[in-house]
């Protein structure tokens, strides 16, 4: 069966720096997985790789065995390829609902009655609809986080890309959010998720990436992951939310 998302050999430079060293990576649809890496490791670039905002220098991005590479990232959204930035970044001026509408209609494409019932609905399911005719710029920061989850559902993608959505949120915060993406996943999407706050990972993603120096140097059980001694050693002196070790052993008694 085709991956949903391929990555075949994906490199990227800039100037001497590199960002991804020849990455290779399928998910299929429903998977869910966590990419951890200290800062600078790449992470964030990846994303632009696979959602448009950056071209490689060589390799191929694949959804459903359909080549992307050539595709910007508002093509890349209309074939199902949502994601949310690390830096939440909504049209202050607008309404809540009309941030979620403009993502429904420009970047999902869909047609005037469907993008507002569509709206609407995703509203609700992140917890902003008594905010629906908020000003954007109003929101706090945990409404700021949801809004821009809500607006990469509103497109309603096949592969949803988290960038650091849990950053800054307290433990219940944090856990309305994995019992949200939780949902999406369940019903077919897959996500990839970069995040710091590694709880938030373990308790929610089965399969865990460590990229560090535009590699993948761990893939794999987030215990197993955690646990290697080459993902340990680029941790060090990171600002990590909670310490590794505790993660993973964590981890190892959730998968017992």
């Known amino acids: 069966m085709t991956a949903l998302l391929e990555l075949d050999r994906i ?3 800039f100037g001497s720096v590199v960002v991804a060293d020849g990455l290779s990576l399928a998910v ?3 998977d869910i997985v966590g990419i951890v890496g200290p800062n600078g490791a790449g992470k964030t670039s990846l994303f632009g790789l696979i959602g448009g905002d950056l071209a490689p220098n060589s390799g191929e991005v694949r959804l459903e065995g359909r080549p992307v590479t050539r595709l910007d990232a508002s093509a890349r959204c209309r074939l199902g390829i949502g994601r949310t930035y690390q830096v939440p970044r909504p049209f202050v001026d607008m309404t809540v609902f009309e941030n979620v509408l403009m993502a429904a209609q420009q970047g999902g494409g869909q047609r005037r009655r469907l993008s507002y019932a569509r709206a609407a609905a995703v509203l609700e399911r992140t917890g902003l609809g008594n905010d629906a005719n908020v000003p954007a710029g109003r929101l706090g920061l ?10 990469a559902l509103a497109t309603a993608p096949r592969l949803l890309l988290l960038d650091e959505v849990a950053g800054g949120l307290t433990d219940p915060e944090v856990a309305e959010l994995v019992t949200i993406v939780t949902s ?9 998720w970069i995040e710091h706050v590694l709880r938030a990972l373990t308790a929610s993603v089965p399969r ?5 120096g535009g590699s993948f140097i761990g ?3 987030p215990a197993e992951v955690l646990a290697e001694p080459a993902v340990r050693e680029v941790f060090l002196g990171t600002e990590v939310t909670t310490s590794l070790a505790g993660l993973a052993g964590e981890a190892a008694r959730e998968d017992a």
């Open 219 to 221: 893939d794999g059980a």
């Open 11 to 13: 490199t990227k430079r």
């Open 208 to 212: 865990l990436i460590c990229l560090a």
């Open 28 to 30: 299929g649809a429903g």
């Open 184 to 192: 999406v996943r369940d019903e077919g999407v897959a996500v990839l």
């Open 142 to 151: 945990l409404s700021r986080k949801r809004l821009e989850m809500a607006r």
